[in-house]
């Protein structure tokens, strides 16, 4: 008999795994509070179902609803509802991290985390190719049952290889780090050398061009996952650009220090659990730093700019 699958949030992962799971033959039922993504998900052929009827009726669920809602939902609805023997899979292990969630032994426990958002999961999905992802057995009842999640990771497309299985402080520190260093660094670095090279009097239009609106430089870094990072100039590149790039990488490394001091701070921050403090305070107003952030970086000549050059572009 088939095992019964629960998906908990519709979103951009919950959506790319419900599809794939029930075209790989699986029954899946969706728990979705009415949003636009439950329009989704009715769009998409799924009826919607109560979290509590889910959770009754699944042998195995998908925790894939924001981070910050998983401690009120394991203790108001998986504590009470789900199956003894039943398993429960984190696509992040954030609320583990900060113990939001405790481990109950009622439940297998798994990590199964893909490295890219759903929609391209969705499409790796469709044109039968492997996706990336990280997986731990947190906790299981019994030995045999990591075989669900081979079996789940199997139908999802999901490469498991031995060398990328963690466990979930190593997968959320790193997670993290990405998203409070790499990422707001790339951001920084466009924003910021549009702003420096507005003021010398370079045309707004042809600077946001050159530093990512033509999608050059995110498509030889999408392409160096396969080939490395310095290997992708060095194969594509001409003796100019290498050279002018070698030349700053030399500089950038007298300084590594210092940024070493950057990233080690990141990492004490999350460490410590002062980010995770920030960021309930931040629920707890309703994300209002965040909407201002957000609103202030809608109205900025740096979007609108780009704004107009895809017009030019369509």
């Not at 919950?14 to 969706?30: E, K, M, P």
């Not at 993504?37 to 889910?54: C, E, G, S």
């Not at 490469?159 to 990328?164: H, I, P, R, S």
Request: charged residues 30%; positive net charge; proline residues 3%.
């Amino acid at each position: 008999m088939k095992k019964i699958i629960g998906i908990f949030g519709y979103g951009s992962q919950g959506r790319a795994h419900a599809l794939n799971l029930r075209d790989s033959g699986n029954n899946v039922l969706i728990a979705n509070i009415e949003d636009k993504y439950q329009k989704r998900a009715k769009k998409d052929n799924f009826k919607i179902y109560t979290f509590k009827y889910v959770a009754q009726k699944a042998d195995i669920i998908f925790l894939l609803l924001p981070d910050h809602l998983h401690k009120t939902v394991y203790k108001d609805v998986l504590e009470k509802h789900l199956k003894t023997g039943s398993s429960i899979i984190v696509a992040h292990g954030y609320s583990l991290y900060f113990k939001e969630l405790k481990i109950s032994k009622n439940f297998n426990w798994f990590l199964l985390a893909p490295r890219l958002p759903g929609p391209p999961q969705r499409d790796l999905y469709l044109q039968k190719k492997k996706i990336p992802a990280f997986y731990s057995d947190i906790y299981l009842r019994k030995p045999e049952n990591i075989k669900i999640i081979k079996k789940l990771s199997k139908d999802l497309k999901f490469a498991l290889d031995k060398d990328m299985r963690t466990n979930y402080v190593e997968e959320t520190e790193l997670d993290l780090f990405l998203e409070q260093y790499v990422i707001p660094k790339i951001i920084f670095t466009f924003e910021q050398s549009f702003n420096f090279l507005k003021k010398k009097g370079f045309n707004k239009k042809v600077m946001i061009m050159d530093l990512y609106g033509s999608g050059e430089v995110a498509d030889q870094i999408y392409r160096a996952a396969k080939v490395g990072l310095h290997q992708i100039w060095q194969n594509e590149a001409s003796p100019t650009c290498r050279f002018g790039v070698m030349k700053s990488i030399k500089k950038f490394e007298k300084q590594k220090y210092k940024e070493f001091k950057l990233m080690d701070n990141v990492l004490k921050n999350i460490r410590s659990g002062d980010f995770n403090k920030e960021l309930n305070l931040e629920y707890r107003s309703d994300l209002q730093s965040l909407k201002k952030f957000d609103k202030k970086n809608n109205e900025s000549i740096f979007y609108k700019t780009l704004l107009s050059i895809n017009k030019v572009l369509k």
